[in-house]
Antibody, heavy 120, light 108 residues
Framework: QVQLVQSGAEVKKPGASVRVSCKAS????????MHWVRQAPGQRLEWMGW????????KHSQKFQGRVSITRDTSASTVYMEVSSLTSEDAAVYYC?????????????WGQGTLVTVSS | SYELTQPPSVSVSPGQTARITCSGD??????AYWYQQKSGQAPVLVIY???KRPSGIPERFSGSSSGTMATLTITGAQVEDEADYYC???????????FGGGTKVTVL
């Protein structure tokens, strides 16, 4: 079955960068895009961007253009999302999400989430 | 930037019908998706492409869309349906996702 397993919680200082990983299994990694969505405490889901694992092309929310980098390692079936110049407003749970073989247009599968804390 | 608008909260008695709306200018041309999120958990897809229900989602969840409004209906709501519900769609170019503000459904 499809599984997305994310890296563990992170604590970072303001101004630092954080990288979160998402390892996919149970399907052909290059067949579907991988999206990143974050959720600040008590706030709405916020779409950040996606990557086409097949060719590495990305698309970002305009809000995160230039500050978020999404990459992939096809040999490891893993996608990485890095946020730079962290502020307290970046404290959130970060999720990877992907369509799947039966539902190719929606976030049918989600990682467990990675909590990022930003504190001096 | 493109926005989807949902009511902040909906309350319903057990066994009654809850309806959650989502309005957006691009919805006449773009599909709506609905996610259920319970406290401390990752979201779960409950409706995709306006009306389709993933395997394993109870039949009491249904979706519809007309014009600039999509609707998630829970027919015969159960206590376990208490959660936040988010609608989602894409921008007019179909390249970027957007989420609504979320609706907290209370069943009591």
């Amino acid at each position: 079955q499809v599984q997305l397993v994310q890296s563990g919680a992170e604590v970072k200082k303001p101004g630092a960068s954080v990288r979160v990983s998402c390892k996919a299994s149970g399907y052909t990694f290059t067949d579907y895009p991988m999206h990143w969505v974050r959720q600040a405490p008590g706030q709405r889901l916020e779409w950040m961007g996606w990557i086409n694992p097949g060719n590495g092309k990305t698309k970002h929310s305009q809000k995160f253009q230039g500050r978020v980098s999404i990459t992939r390692d096809t040999s490891a079936s893993t996608v990485y999302m890095e946020v730079s110049s962290l502020t307290s407003e970046d404290a959130a749970v970060y999720y990877c999400a992907s369509p799947g073989p039966d539902i190719p247009t929606a976030a049918a599968f989600w990682g467990q989430g990675t909590l990022v804390t930003v504190s001096s | 930037s493109y926005e989807l608008t949902q009511p902040p909260s909906v309350s319903v008695s057990p066994g009654q019908t809850a309806r959650i709306t989502c309005s957006g200018d691009a919805l006449p041309k773009k599909y709506a998706y609905w996610y259920q999120q319970k406290s401390g958990q990752a979201p779960v897809l409950v409706i995709y492409e306006d009306i389709k229900r993933p395997s394993g989602i109870p039949e009491r969840f249904s979706g519809s869309s007309s014009g600039t409004m999509a609707t998630l209906t829970i027919t015969g709501a159960q206590v376990e349906d208490e959660a936040d519900y988010y609608c989602s769609s894409t921008d007019s170019n179909g390249t970027r996702w957007v989420f609504g503000g979320g609706t907290k459904v209370t069943v009591l």
